[in-house]
C-alpha cells in the first residue's frame, strides 16, 4: 500500500510538471536547485547570468524533505536543475529520474566525484556517504559540473563560468588550508567530535577528526536507547570537552546525552544546511557569510576548535 501511495505521488508531481508553463527571465538561465550548498555553488559559478532558486533554506533536512505544489512550479520553469545525489534528496530521487526521462536537464553535481574517493559505511546498505561537502577538496570536484552544464547551455558564457569556476576552486583550496592549520591547534587526543548523526565523516577526514554520530548517515529513523548509552559511555571513558548539536535536526538526543554523561554542548554546527544568509561573523582569522560554503566550513571548524580546546 505504501509503494502504491509513492507511486501515485510520482505520477501526479510529474503530470504536474508537464502541465506548467515555464517562466523565466529571457536574458538569464532559469535554474532550480535543492540544498544550500548546491544553490550556493551555482551562484558563484554562474554569477548574473543565472536566475537561481533554491528549493530548501537554511536547517532544512534534505533527507527528510517532501516536494511541495511550490517546488513542482520552481522545478517546471527550470532550464536546468542541480542536486547534490547520493541520495541526499533521498525522497526526490526518483522525481528527478523521471524528470530526466521526460527532457528535463538534470544534474547531480557530486557525479564529478571519483568512486573510489567515496566513503560507503557498513550501515548505510551499500551506498555512498553523501555529506561531501564537509571536505573541500571533495566539494571543489563538483564546481566540474556546474561549470560544463551551464555551459553547455550557454555557450556564449563558456568563458565567463570556466573563469569564475576556477576561481571558486581556489577558493575552497584556501579555505582547506585556513581550517587545516585551525584544525592542528588541537592535540589529537582532544580531536573527538561527536554530532546527532553521521554527516561529518569527511570533515573529520579531511580535518583530523574522529567522529561519532549518534545515528547512522540519514535521519530517517531516530536514535535508539542502545545509541544513546553507547555514547554516554564513550564520552565517559574518552573525557570527551564537549559535543555537538545540529542546525538540520533536533537537539533533543543530544541534549540528553549531555545531561547523561555530564558533558557540555560545545555549540550548534551547520550539517546537512547552509547557515542565515547574510548573517556575517569574524572569527579565527576570516570574515565570513553563514549563509555561504565558505561560512560552513568557517563556522563549523571555529565552533569545534573552540569548544573542544
Known sequence: MKFMKRHWLTVFL??????VQPVFAAD?????TTTTMVTDMVMAVGGDRVEVTGLMGPGVDPHLYKPGAKDITYLSQAQLIFYS?????????????KMAQRGKKVYAIT????????????????????????????????????????????????????ERGAALKKDYAELDAWAKKQADELPESNRVLIT?????NY???????????????????????????RIVDFIKERKVKAIFVESSVSPATIQRISQDAGVKIGGELFSDALGTPGKIKT?????????TYKGWIGHNINTVVDALK
Open 85 to 97: 545525489g547520493l541520495m541526499l534528496e533521498g525522497r526526490m530521487a526518483d522525481l528527478f529520474s
Open 196 to 200: 546527532s548523526h553521521d554527516a561529518f
Open 203 to 229: 570533515f573529520g577526514l579531511a580535518f583530523g577528526f574522529e567522529v561519532v554520530g549518534v545515528q547512522g548517515i540519514s535521519t530517517v529513523s531516530e536514535a535508539g536507547l542502545a545509541d544513546i548509552t
Open 14 to 19: 510529474i503530470g504536474t510538471v508537464a502541465l
Open 283 to 291: 572569527s579565527g582569522g576570516i570574515t565570513y557569510d553563514e549563509g
Open 28 to 32: 538569464k538561465i532559469a535554474v532550480t
Open 111 to 162: 557525479d564529478t566525484i571519483p568512486r573510489d574517493r567515496l566513503l560507503e559505511p557498513a550501515s548505510f546498505a551499500g551506498h555512498f556517504d553523501p555529506h561531501v561537502w564537509g571536505d573541500p577538496e571533495l566539494w571543489s570536484m563538483c564546481v566540474d559540473t556546474v561549470v560544463s552544464a551551464l555551459s553547455e547551455n550557454d555557450p556564449v558564457g563558456k568563458a565567463i563560468y570556466a
